[in-house]
């Protein structure tokens, strides 16, 4: 069953009551960065509790498009479909989609009404050609029912994204599948 979220864009992330910040510097291309930001192909290797991501607007995909995306918070990693009692779902609605610069994106409904508003914005700096500050900042309202277990609730997530950002740093050091090959 899903649970709305209320409505929001950008600005919300100005105002918040809550928000989660991470920062790392990735020893890749801000291009590179945004493309294992966006790229459904790594959307799983940085997202550990990704079960499933799949997109409900056709491509291609900038502000405004739409995706589904599920999380297993307890099972282990590459057990495949997630399991109903572990399970968390969410629908997404893409604010910002600047190459090399800005990915963010608001919940819309989640299957456990774990927040009231909630905006992830994942900014990106240029420190060099192969350098790049990620910003990813988590803006939320928790429900009535969130703030009761709220600071057990915010040590989980923070991990769960602490982590998802030391894995975008490793996974954009990588050389892009896209990336041409060298000739022989």
Not at 8 to 26: G, K, M, N
Request: include cysteine.
């Amino acid at each position: 069953m899903w649970h709305a979220t209320g409505d929001v864009e950008l600005d919300f992330t100005a105002h918040s009551p809550e928000r989660l910040e991470f920062e790392i510097v990735c020893f890749a291309p801000a291009e590179r960065v945004f493309e294992v930001l966006t790229s459904d192909r790594e959307f799983g290797e940085w997202l550990e509790p990704l079960a499933e991501c799949r997109w409900t607007t056709p491509g291609p995909h900038g502000v405004g498009s739409k995706r589904e995306v599920v999380l297993d918070m307890l099972a282990p990693k590459g057990k495949g479909r997630a399991d109903a009692l572990t399970a968390l779902a969410v629908k997404e609605r893409i604010l910002a989609w600047e190459r090399g610069k800005r990915f963010a994106f608001a919940i819309e409904a989640l299957t456990i009404p774990l927040v009231r508003r909630m905006v992830e914005d994942m900014q990106l700096e240029r420190l060099g050609p192969q350098k790049t500050r990620l910003r990813y900042h988590v803006h939320y309202e928790p429900t009535l029912l969130m703030r009761a277990v709220h600071p057990i609730a915010r040590e989980f997530f923070g991990k769960m994204f602490r982590d998802a950002v030391a894995r975008v740093a490793m996974v954009s050091a990588r050389p892009s599948e896209n990336a041409p090959q060298p000739s022989a």
